[in-house]
């Protein structure tokens, strides 16, 4: 059984530029949820995705975007970044079962800088 | 909105103390509570995972308990070691106000933990 893979580990990008980050989920799982980490602070939700639909959505504004495939992998996109964005994004996966969610499980997370 | 507090923020304490990690939160309808250790610059493990009709877990020296109606969890951790060394994260999982199904984890700030050798 496979865990939860982030790619990039790492990346620095420009203020107003695009960034794409991506996950793949622990085998059987169908939820991916993305998480935002400022130093020093708990993670914060950004939005979930259930059977390729986004099923729920943290505070964030709609320049932060997301997919998920049929293989349950998942993207998040962030437009126009901005100096704030920096921080650890992290992927977790885990499965719905009578609409309820079981054990989170996360990746090592991507750590972006933004410049 | 669901908030969570962890008190401490910070704890250090000599190698072999039995020690708690407290987290309060403030809407009682949840699906389950979650507690997970973060080593520095890295992703969240998973340590125990109590559903909101459980009232503990236990894995190894750890054993969490959840009092729903009060909103409370601790994390004890017997006989601590220097790798019991990270930051301690409580998070809830709600009762999916946004849609139909569950939302997504709400979380504290952690309680950074140092075990003296």
């Known amino acids: 059984e496979t865990g939860v893979t982030q790619s990039p580990t790492h990346l620095i990008k420009t203020r107003g530029q695009q960034v794409t980050l991506r996950c793949s989920s622990q085998s059987g799982h169908n939820t991916v949820s993305w998480y935002q980490q400022a130093l020093g602070q708990g993670p914060q939700f950004i939005f979930q995705y259930y059977r390729e639909e986004e099923n729920g959505r943290g505070n964030f504004p709609p320049r932060f975007s997301g997919l998920q495939f049929p293989n349950y992998s998942s993207e998040l996109n962030v437009n126009a970044l901005e100096l704030d964005d920096s921080a650890l994004y992290l992927c977790?996966?885990?499965?719905?079962?009578?609409?309820?969610?079981?054990?989170?499980?996360f990746g090592q997370g991507t750590r972006l800088t933004v410049v | 909105k669901q908030e969570v507090t962890q008190i401490p923020a910070a704890l250090s304490v000599p190698e072999g103390e039995n020690l708690v990690l407290n987290c309060s939160f403030t809407d009682s309808a949840i699906y389950n509570l979650q507690w997970f250790r973060q080593d520095p610059g890295k992703g969240l493990t998973s340590l125990l995972l109590i559903q909101s009709s459980q009232r503990e877990q236990t894995s190894g020296r750890l054993n969490a308990s959840l009092d729903k109606s009060s909103g409370r969890s601790t994390l004890y951790i017997a006989a601590s070691q220097p790798g019991d060394s990270a930051t301690y994260l409580c998070?809830?999982?709600?009762?999916?106000?946004?849609?139909?199904?569950?939302?997504?984890?709400?979380f504290g700030k952690g309680t950074h933990l140092i075990i003296q050798p």
């Open positions: 977790a996966s885990s499965s719905r079962f009578r609409g309820e969610g079981t054990e989170a499980f």
């Open positions: 998070a809830v999982r709600g009762r999916g106000y946004s849609g139909g199904g569950a939302d997504g984890l709400t």
